[in-house]
Nanobody, 118 residues
Framework: QVHLVESGGGLVQAGGSLRLSCAASGRTFSMYRMGWFRQAPGKEREFVASVRWSGVGTNYADSVKGRFTISRDSAKNTGYLQMNSLKPEDTAVYYC???????????WGQGTQVTVSS
């Protein structure tokens, strides 16, 4: 089992920045990828970004490319999502997820709220 805890959410004005953190514990040696997803009210959960735990290889949703940066510090077992130039449409609950393989996001955090005011 991998246990994930997100932090860093909050209220920010449009154009501002936030950095989300995801602290992992448990079987962290089994992690292959860490990712971020988000879910806005009335919408389905959507992929935001992912990174291989080795640090090589990142992926981003088109809607966040150039604004968000995913990273990880394997020594601290922590992943990050730096969010710049935030827009009101980025408002959502952001979830951290971890995968032991390529296809399945097996572990999820409890989520952290990000609200961007116009």
């Amino acid at each position: 089992q991998v246990h994930l805890v997100e932090s860093g959410g909050g209220l920010v004005q449009a154009g501002g920045s936030l950095r989300l953190s995801c602290a992992a514990s448990g079987r962290t040696f089994s992690m292959y990828r860490m990712g971020w997803f988000r879910q806005a009210p009335g919408k389905e959960r959507e992929f935001v970004a992912s990174v291989r735990w080795s640090g090589v290889g990142t992926n981003y949703a088109d809607s966040v490319k150039g604004r968000f940066t995913i990273s990880r510090d394997s020594a601290k077992n922590t992943g990050y999502l730096q969010m710049n130039s935030l827009k009101p449409e980025d408002t959502a609950v952001y979830y951290c997820a971890a995968a032991e393989g390529v296809a399945v996001w097996a572990y999820w955090g409890q989520g952290t709220q990000v609200t961007v005011s116009s």
